[in-house]
């Protein structure tokens, strides 16, 4: 897997309409590290301590024949999303992220799955809520990933990993506990990541729902960091 750039404005985005993945989630959430993770490849997405470091829309390509199970077909991209619910950001920081955010998401007709991030110590934020309603109204596949789950005992993960499964994970392809420390889920997210992005470009994917269904509609993207927190 390559870094091959970052994009401030959608005019930046690649325009190779190879499959993308897209990583959200809320900011600190782990979205770089878990991305990192599927790599095997530390320090390829920067990680911080610092909430909202990642303010770019970042490209990582990742070669058919080194993906694991990929069997040398097809590349694809893993897209690396500003984080949401960074209250300290200021005003004008906040409506970049929105523009960017809600063009890749609104626009993006390659994006074959959303790879939402979650984290599995907290029940979900205003922000995962509006998110959760977002891909569900657009009928974006995704998949949760509770991470890290490194901090927790067994028994409340399996009991957080239920209460997913019956809320914004309910209309999910699959809930995932990772931990992005261990590598743990690690395996089942490439298996769910192969499997959306190896089949057919007509199988469901945004590009063939937005033909069906017309322009996009209602709720707008509108997670605003500072009024969704
Ligand atoms: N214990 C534990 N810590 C983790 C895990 N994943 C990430 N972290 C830590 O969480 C912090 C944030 O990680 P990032 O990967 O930068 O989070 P992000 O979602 O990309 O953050 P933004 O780019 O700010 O939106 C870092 O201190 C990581 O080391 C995990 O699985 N377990
Ligand atoms: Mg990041």
Same mark, same amino acid.
């Given at each position: 897997?390559?870094?091959?750039?970052?994009?401030?404005?959608?005019?930046?985005?690649?325009?190779?309409?190879?499959?993308?993945?897209?990583?959200?989630?809320?900011?600190?959430?782990?979205?770089?590290?878990?991305?990192?993770?599927?790599?095997?490849?530390?320090?390829?997405?920067?990680?911080?301590?610092?909430?909202?470091?990642?303010?770019?829309?970042?490209?990582?390509?990742?070669?058919?024949?080194?993906?694991?199970?990929?069997?040398?077909?097809?590349?694809?991209?893993?897209?690396?999303?500003?984080?949401?619910?960074? &209250?300290?950001?200021?005003?004008? +920081?906040? !409506?970049? =992220?929105?523009?960017?955010? @809600?063009?890749? #998401?609104?626009?993006? $007709?390659?994006?074959?799955?959303?790879?939402?991030?979650?984290?599995?110590?907290?029940?979900?934020?205003?922000?995962?809520?509006?998110?959760?309603?977002?891909?569900?109204?657009?009928?974006?596949?995704?998949?949760?990933?509770?991470?890290?789950?490194?901090?927790?005992?067994?028994?409340?993960?399996?009991?957080?990993?239920?209460?997913?499964?019956?809320?914004?994970?309910?209309?999910?392809?699959?809930?995932?506990?990772?931990? &992005?420390?261990?590598?743990?889920? +690690?395996? !089942?997210? =490439?298996?769910?990541?192969? @499997?959306?992005? #190896?089949?057919?470009? $007509?199988?469901?994917?945004?590009?063939?729902?937005?033909?069906?269904?017309?322009?996009?509609?209602?709720?707008?993207?509108?997670?605003?960091?500072?009024?969704?927190?």
């Amino acid at each position: 897997m390559t870094f091959t750039g970052s994009a401030s404005t959608s005019a930046q985005f690649p325009r190779d309409l190879l499959p993308e993945v897209a990583f959200l989630g809320r900011s600190n959430v782990g979205k770089s590290s878990l991305l990192n993770a599927l790599a095997g490849v530390k320090g390829l997405a920067r990680v911080s301590s610092e909430p909202g470091r990642t303010r770019l829309v970042n490209f990582f390509r990742v070669h058919g024949a080194s993906r694991p199970g990929g069997g040398g077909r097809g590349d694809l991209y893993l897209v690396d999303l500003p984080g949401y619910g960074f &209250a300290k950001a200021p005003k004008a +920081v906040r !409506e970049s =992220w929105e523009r960017l955010v @809600g063009s890749y #998401l609104e626009d993006r $007709d390659v994006l074959r799955l959303c790879v939402f991030i979650v984290d599995a110590r907290h029940d979900p934020s205003a922000g995962d809520e509006m998110l959760h309603e977002w891909l569900f109204h657009h009928e974006t596949p995704y998949v949760v990933a509770a991470n890290k789950v490194d901090k927790l005992g067994h028994g409340e993960a399996r009991r957080r990993e239920r209460q997913l499964e019956e809320g914004i994970g309910k209309s999910a392809q699959a809930v995932v506990p990772v931990s &992005a420390a261990r590598g743990t889920g +690690v395996p !089942e997210l =490439w298996s769910i990541i192969r @499997g959306a992005t #190896l089949a057919p470009a $007509d199988e469901g994917n945004c590009w063939t729902r937005k033909l069906r269904r017309g322009p996009s509609r209602r709720p707008r993207w509108s997670l605003s960091p500072a009024s969704r927190r």
